[in-house]
């Protein structure tokens, strides 16, 4: 039997003058991880000291909301801001985009190396170890929010989850799907669809273990674009994959049938990844620098 998403509150933190939300809260312990694993890896290196990691961060934090906000409106929701350009600015009401938060995060690094007079390169193979811990809390944001949820499934039950927060989508399905009433008649007054916790997916794959794998592997010197090839490879594929049991977007077809447009955004990642790491051992250039 599947079981019922708690519903948490949104609110992690009412401290009377202000309300932390979860999703809130989550960027700032992102930014803090990043930071203190950014400062440990410098440790070991001296190339980056710990001013200039105080830096990056901060530019990579511009990168990630500045990036994510435009990336969402332009990719997700273009009509409403011709329709309403403030809606760019509203980002209390959430939406945020992975792939805007990587090219903005791209456009920050490329600035951050100009200042200090470093290949792009070198500082994104720096930083790319400690990104997925970020990805790993925001798609736990996305879990306590009960949004982002999976697709429906008509399987085995014993690993799903009813999302109370996916009512109305679960009744359009339904009315478009009649052999799904009998399932959701399951839940009597709840009347709901199993699905996948697709965030928990998410949270494991791009986020927990691709930090192992890039962690270990970041662990001995690397030739310049080996590490942010991975970091491609790694994230492009678990995404790719996990997209199969999480709820397209609204409003967007399906590409062919099957492809969402979050495995669109991702298949991009994947073949740079490729391309990346065949020149990263062709040109065996080695930026690292030991303490």
Not at 32 to 54: H, I, P
Request: with cysteine.
């Amino acid at each position: 039997m599947a079981i019922i998403h708690p519903q948490f509150n949104p609110v992690a933190l009412d401290l009377g003058f202000i309300e932390l939300h979860w999703y809130g809260l989550m960027y700032l312990l992102a930014f803090l991880f990043a930071y203190g694993l950014a400062s440990y890896r410098a440790k070991k290196r001296v190339d980056f000291t710990q001013e200039m990691v105080s830096d990056l961060v901060f530019y990579g934090a511009l990168g990630v909301i500045l990036g994510g906000r435009i990336g969402y409106v332009i990719l997700y929701n273009f009509g409403e801001f011709l329709s309403n350009p403030s809606y760019l600015l509203r980002v209390w009401e959430g939406g945020m985009s992975f792939h805007g938060g990587f090219v903005g995060v791209l456009f920050a690094m490329y600035f951050f190396g100009r200042k200090y007079k470093k290949h792009a390169f070198t500082v994104l193979d720096f930083i790319a170890p400690a990104v997925p811990t970020g990805l790993l809390l925001g798609r736990l944001g996305n879990f306590i929010n009960g949004e982002l949820w999976g697709r429906v499934s008509h399987g085995d039950y014993g690993h799903l989850m009813y999302f109370p927060q996916a009512v109305h989508a679960d009744h359009e399905l339904i009315n478009t799907d009649p052999s799904l009433h009998n399932i959701a008649m399951q839940m009597g007054d709840y009347f709901l669809l199993p699905r996948h916790p697709s965030q928990l997916y998410q949270a494991l794959t791009e986020g927990a273990l691709l930090f192992i794998l890039l962690w270990w592997f970041s662990t001995k010197p690397r030739p310049r674009y080996a590490v942010s090839a991975l970091f491609l490879l790694g994230y492009g594929c678990s995404r790719f994959i996990t997209e199969f049991f999480r709820q397209p977007d609204v409003g967007y077809e399906l590409i062919f049938g099957w492809m969402s447009k979050g495995q669109l955004y991702s298949s991009p990642m994947i073949i740079a990844g490729l391309i990346l790491m065949v020149l990263a051992y062709k040109k065996n250039i080695y930026d690292w620098q030991k303490a």
